[in-house]
């Protein structure tokens, strides 16, 4: 059974990060389609679906490389926040975030170091904060 589906997917595009990404949100949709009782939002989640899948058995595997390249920079935009949020989630109990006031860059400095003197690394304004 194993040797048989690894024959059928020799030559397939196979799941990559655009397919999985496709069976969440059509995953979402789905859900969503379901709650709101709007049963085009289930039929697109179903297309969403088919499309994945497509990709997923596509032996057009240049093609499916390609259209993945084109849609990563697209989710970067999409998940850069929430990994900026994750970071300082990781870092809340060690450091604390500063904005400088002239020009609103981000700064982070080690907690527990008391008054500190902060200069801002982009226009070199200081000020001083408790830590
Ligand atoms: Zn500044």
Known sequence: MEERFRRFMAGR???DIL???LVRG?????????VI???????LAVGLTG???YRILSKDVAKRAAERQKY?????KITAPFRKWIARAKTR???RIFHCDQCGETMKVPKGK???RITCPQCGHTFTKKT
Do not use: C, E, N, V
């Open 19 to 21: 397919s999985q990404d």
């Open 114 to 116: 008391g008054t500190i």
């Open 72 to 76: 990563l920079p697209f989710r970067a």
């Open 51 to 53: 499309y994945a899948w």
């Open 93 to 95: 109990k060690t450091h």
């Open 37 to 43: 009782r709007q049963s085009i939002i289930t039929w």
């Open 26 to 34: 059509s995953l979402g949709m789905l859900l969503l389609g379901i």
């Open 13 to 15: 595009h196979g799941p």
